[in-house]
């Protein structure tokens, strides 16, 4: 299904390539530096648009105060008006599910990020 696989790439993104660690380092830098493989995204031809759309948003989004915060109603209609763009209703709800996806592999990845560079007591 696309939704499935557009929110499993988004959530790859948000686990390895947006959270920085104390270091300025993201998963995947950190894996680089150790000659670990950090995983690819595979976009399907099919959702790139959606993929393209989605981190158009994202970029507008402001953070929250623990984590990003979810991609409003109002939010994703002012980006319909502002870039003419038509979504459909199917669509939105692929938009949520990737959103939902980003901001839980953010969380799971600052938790990670909390756990390792927590001082051995």
Partial sequence: MLGERLSEAVAVIARYD???DSNGETRRERNEAFEIDSPDVDVPDN???LWSW???LRQCQAPGFSGPAPISNLELATWCQITGNIIRREEVTI????DGAFRAGVDAESEAI???EKPAE
């Fill in 47 to 49: 959702g790139a648009f």
């Fill in 114 to 116: 909390r756990a390792r």
């Fill in 18 to 20: 947006t959270v920085k």
């Fill in 95 to 98: 938009m949520r599910a990737m």
């Fill in 54 to 56: 989605f981190w158009e």
